[in-house]
């Protein structure tokens, strides 16, 4: 049987991961963290590995498991991740499929929402303004916030529910009530009550799409009069989650009764 090595760690590769396992397909499933392979162990016929892979390491597990389809279903934001992944699979001649989240419109009715290519040049923004801020864009960037001015104070900084996240979110200068470890996505009733919480004048988020949640977001800040500040999501190429899905449909048709 052909084998797959999919890429997950979103709504997206969770969905995919389940569909290889219900088709009965030959299929390993990596994670980046211990935290992603737990949300998956429940996934039948499918290897779950953890532990973030470079590209030399991605070739050569492609090339001694003989995997001859790779899915990138990683997020929208990984970009680095990708981009190894895309060049592991260059270098061996391996079928790559990048699956893309759904996009959203980021316009505003209300005009209560500023768009940004990328964290750093929204904290140059949010440098020059005051009151609280409700920072939802993940542990990976949140360096960039401290160049805030008072952002002890002002910044309030919700992050995955990982021992990982939170020790680097503490050692940064996140803490107290400052920190908010949990999992999403999250509801437009439980944005609202956070950013209704600590006061909330903005509320930063990357452009997520459906699975990550985005239209609550928009819906949390229009309800309390937050300014919405979107780290706007790189442009790609690549098939829907609908595609992919039937593409793996496909996948195991071309090689039944051989």
Known sequence: ???ILLFAGTTEGRLLASKAGELCLDCYVSTATEYGKEILRDIKGVQVLSGRMEEAEIVKFI????IELVIDATHPFACAVTENIRKACEETRCEYLRCLRQREQTGSTDGKKKVFCDVRTAVEFLKHTDGN???????KELKEYTKIPDYEKRCYARVLSTLASVEQATALGFEGKHLIAMQGPFSRELNTALLRQIQAKYFVTKESGQAGGFAEKVKAAKETGALLVVIARPQEKGKSLEEVLRYLETWKDSFIGR
Do not use: H, V
């Not at 090339?63 to 003989?66: F, L, P, Q, V, Y």
């Open 133 to 139: 801020i409700l920072i939802a864009t993940g542990g």
């Open 1 to 3: 049987m052909k084998k």
């Open 63 to 66: 090339r001694k498991e003989e």
